[in-house]
């Protein structure tokens, strides 16, 4: 296994990074020093990979776990402590290992700016101005034509939502998602625009940052949008916002439920019935009859 110390240094300065790479795998570990060298030789077979830029230091890192399955679930991680000092960050291997497909776990390359940072949606940074549209480019390459789901809860359901408007075909689990940063609360927002971008002006000028008005048109993409009923900031500022502004031409189907109070989402063997429920999908008709089956609660078309 390489040593932290080994993958940084092949990927360039580390003089913008505050959580350093640290490599837990024992999975064959792929380098590329540039997004470019990464679009021209995908790796497809299982690899913790990553993808440096240039020479800011900041280093995407996925790890790809190829099983040679039809179809390919990505999973995006929300919100983490602060006291946590290195990187990768991955969510949902627990969940992923369960279920019947290829997985990628993707790390926010912007947590690495500062220590301060425990939430950047994958929305970009200074450093990756075009994140959200190399992750849409990363994604469809390794999944290599076998259908995708993005799945992500909190910041993570944004970056599930905001990648399942770029990839056309795709499917989107997200769970009490946040649908615009901006209406998030605001001293998280505020440390990932002055970290991340060093003010608002390339903030906007870069960064999808309102999935309401993305959403408010068609796009390509099936969604499963699961909200806690008793997560009343989320209910009031992101689900019922992009319910109202949600095109009619979208295949969107709405599930609130009573999971507990606060912002809490399904627990994990719900998840993998959930995520199963989407992999036998064959179309959005029996993607609806499965999610009637699953779930208790009312399931409603937008």
Same mark, same amino acid.
């Given at each position: ?16 990074? $505050?959580? $350093? #790479? ?16 990464f ?8 690899a ?6 240039e ?21 995006f ?6 006291s946590?000092?290195s990187?990768?960050i ?13 997985m #990628? ?19 970009? %940074?200074?450093?990756?101005p075009?994140?959200q ?7 469809v ?14 910041g993570?359901?944004f970056?599930a939502?905001d ?13 009490n998602? $946040?649908? %615009?940063? #901006? ?16 003010g608002?002006?390339?903030f906007?000028?870069y ?8 959403y408010?048109s ?16 989320h ?9 109202e ?5 979208? $295949?969107?189907?709405?599930v ?5 109070g ?5 627990g ?6 959930l ?21 208790d ?6």
């Open positions: 296994m390489k040593s932290n110390e080994d993958v940084v240094s092949q990927l360039g300065s580390v003089s913008m990074v $505050q959580r $350093q #790479l640290l490599s837990r795998s024992t999975l064959p570990i792929k380098r590329f020093g540039s997004f470019d060298e679009i021209a030789s995908p790796t497809l077979a299982s913790d990979v990553y993808i440096g830029r020479l800011s230091g900041v280093v995407l890192p996925v790890r790809w776990i190829n099983r040679g399955a039809n179809a390919t679930v990505v999973i991680g929300g919100a983490v402590s602060g946590i000092g990187v990768p991955y969510s949902g291997i627990g969940v992923g290992s369960e279920l019947p497909a290829n #990628l776990l993707i790390s926010d390359p912007t947590l690495q700016l500062s220590r301060d940072l425990t939430l950047g949606w994958y929305a970009g %940074n200074k450093e990756w075009n994140l549209s190399d992750l849409s480019q990363l994604i390459a390794l999944a290599g034509g076998t259908s995708i789901v993005l799945f992500g809860g909190s993570g359901g970056a939502l990648q399942g408007a770029r990839i056309p075909g795709s499917t989107v689990v997200a769970s998602p $946040q649908t %615009n940063i #901006l209406k998030y609360y605001r001293a998280p927002v505020e440390r990932y625009i002055t970290h991340a971008w060093g608002r002006g390339n906007d000028l960064a999808r940052h309102d999935l309401v008005s993305t408010a068609p796009v390509d993409c099936d969604v499963v949008l699961f909200q806690n009923m008793r997560d009343a900031f209910l009031r500022y992101h689900f019922g916002p992009f319910k502004a949600c095109s009619n031409g979208n $295949q969107v189907v709405g609130t439920s009573d999971v507990g606060g912002h809490k989402g399904l994990p063997q719900e998840m993998v019935g995520l199963n429920s989407v992999l036998s999908a064959d179309g959005w008709p029996t993607l609806l009859s499965g999610l009637r089956g699953f779930f609660a009312p399931i409603v078309e937008w």
